[in-house]
């Protein structure tokens, strides 16, 4: 695995932002068990790919909550500390994973 600059956000997350990202990923679980149900039960194989297709965008939508908090808090504090450059590319090599 990579080697990133911190482990810690430079500010830490509110309890409701923490919150609200858990809340989403429990729906998230919640939506992944019902997949493994519906293979289970031997249901429609488009049913399952809609199932499926909504699971990706929900991830999708918790990474770009989690990416654009890091932007605003992690990157931004880091360019004012003349860390940017370095940060920025930490940022942009998660994105290209995050992109396939």
């Known amino acids: 695995m990579d080697e990133f600059l911190h482990d810690k956000p430079s500010k830490p997350r509110t309890k409701d932002e923490k919150q609200k990202v858990i809340n989403r990923l429990k729906r ?8 493994q149900k519906m293979v289970e039960d031997d249901r429609y194989c488009v049913d399952i790919l809609v199932q499926i297709s909504a699971i990706q965008s929900a991830l999708k939508n918790v990474g770009f909550s989690v990416t654009e908090r890091h932007i605003k808090h992690c990157v931004s504090d880091a360019i004012k500390q003349g860390e940017g450059q370095e940060t920025i590319e930490e940022l942009m090599n998660v994105m290209k994973q995050f992109s396939n």
């Open 28 to 35: 998230i679980e919640g939506q992944v068990r019902g997949i």
